[in-house]
């Protein structure tokens, strides 16, 4: 059986591209058969991500002009150079070419959305039909624009990533209300996943205060007040209070790490750097994901 996992979330910048790629090949190293694709058609990146021109865009066979091989192109030996791996990793990018976000982004009437989605769960149906596909993990557009939409709509698994600031956690609570919802009505399960908290990157100035000392890893600095005094949120208690009012789940939140953070590039962690808390912190949470 085909699981299809999508990477969402109410603003950007909350990790998703960095999530989806390096799940994909994590699974890919359990040995996995995995196509990662992005459908963040607004804003693509997975292309930079991977630094790569494909011959045929997602966009090509949404506009029948290539098929589903022509379309998800096989990575394994782009990213791992010879070295042998149990699995394999297929990419789809979507075109960040301006016409091309355009064409896909104006509206042309409901009969021309409904023949996209169509398309959307076409490609789908033939990654799962004619590659064999075990894990298609879904990189999507933020916020609830017509193609984020799309791109939950043909998973089974949702992933909202979010960080901890307060916009976010607000956007998000509505998100999950008025649109997890209904995915969760059909079937799909969802979580949350609180990524890039604090505590690992202690300001300086912090480094001596009690709050830090007592609880280095679990404590978010929200700011320091007109008078210096430092107020703090758990992490835990946001995502207690999320569960609580929607009923959805939460996975154990991935740090922000500095290293990651001010690379000039972040590229697959859990391929190149194993050992990094990183890989080993995300696999926990794959493992969390895949036992349901
Ligand atoms: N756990 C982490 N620790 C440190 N840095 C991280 C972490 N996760 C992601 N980042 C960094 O955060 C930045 C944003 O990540 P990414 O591009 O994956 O977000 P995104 O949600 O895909 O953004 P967009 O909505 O613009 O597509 C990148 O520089 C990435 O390296
Ligand atoms: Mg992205």
């Not at 979507?94 to 996209?116: H, L, M, T």
Request: hydrophobic content about 35%; some cysteine.
């Amino acid at each position: 059986m085909t699981h299809c996992i999508a990477i969402h979330s109410y603003k950007g910048g909350t990790g998703k591209t960095t999530i989806a790629a390096n799940t994909a090949a994590s699974l890919a190293e359990t040995g996995k058969k995995v196509a990662l694709i992005d459908l963040d058609i607004y804003a693509p990146s997975l292309h930079n991500y991977f630094k790569i021109t494909p011959k045929k865009w997602i966009n090509d066979f949404l506009d029948n002009n290539a098929d589903v091989e022509e379309t998800i192109i096989d990575m394994t030996e782009s990213i791992y150079n010879g070295k042998s791996l149990l699995g394999k990793i297929y990419a789809g990018f979507s075109n960040p070419n301006r016409d091309a976000i355009f064409k896909f982004e104006i509206s042309n009437g409901s009969e021309y959305w409904k023949k996209q989605f169509r398309k959307l769960v076409f490609l789908r149906e033939q990654i799962i039909t004619k590659m064999d596909i075990d894990y298609i993990i879904i990189d999507t557009s933020p916020g609830i624009r017509h193609w984020s939409i799309n791109a939950l709509s043909i998973a089974d698994k949702l992933i909202l990533t979010m960080k901890m600031d307060d916009l976010d956690i607000e956007g998000t609570k509505k998100l999950l209300n008025e649109i997890y919802t209904t995915f969760v009505k059909f079937g799909a399960i969802t979580y949350i996943l609180l990524n890039r908290i604090s505590g690992y990157c202690v300001p300086v100035t912090l480094i001596n205060s009690p709050e830090v000392k007592t609880n280095p890893a679990h404590t978010y600095f929200k700011q320091i007040d007109s008078n210096n005094k430092l107020e703090m949120q758990n992490p835990q208690n946001v995502l207690e209070g999320l569960e609580e009012v929607t009923g959805i789940k939460y996975l154990t939140p991935l740090p922000c790490y500095c290293d990651i953070q001010f690379s000039s590039r972040e590229f697959l962690t859990v391929v190149n750097n194993p050992n990094h808390p990183f890989s080993k912190n995300l696999q926990h949470i794959i493992n969390e994901i895949i036992k349901e």
